[in-house]
């Protein structure tokens, strides 16, 4: 009977270790998920860039409020909890910051920001 009891408590402790795995798992799913999410929005910011760019005449690169506003809206109304993210740039050479709002990070910790940066050809 003892050995049973022994037995079945250490079947529950590996259960317990492979339900913490699984948990785990699933909260790197979800970030990758998120990080995914959010270099779309900074590829999508570089593709307004070159529509802008496109549609100016002469063709100049554009000023970045000329499609901030539009891009911020578009993913941060809704797909994106935003938490300060920026457009910038001068000269063609843009810089997206995007920080965003996880739950997993518990009180007083926080992500690092992702940066993407591009240039556009001077025309």
């Not at 948990?23 to 790197?28: G, N, P, R």
């Not at 007083?108 to 240039?119: I, K, L, M, N, P």
């Amino acid at each position: 009977m003892v050995e049973a009891l022994v037995a079945v408590l250490v079947l529950s402790i590996g259960l317990l270790g492979v339900a913490a795995m699984q948990l785990k798992a699933l909260q790197s799913a979800h970030m990758g998920y998120q990080r995914a999410v959010v270099s779309l929005a900074a590829i999508d910011a570089q593709e307004r860039a070159w529509a802008g760019l496109s549609q100016s005449s002469p063709h100049a690169c554009p000023d970045t409020t000329t499609f901030e506003s539009a891009w911020l809206s578009h993913w941060f109304n809704g797909i994106l909890i935003d938490a300060g993210s920026s457009l910038s740039g001068n000269n063609c050479t843009y810089s997206v910051t995007l920080d965003w709002r996880e739950d997993r990070y518990a009180t007083g910790e926080s992500g690092t920001a992702f940066t993407y940066q591009f240039r556009l050809p001077e025309l």
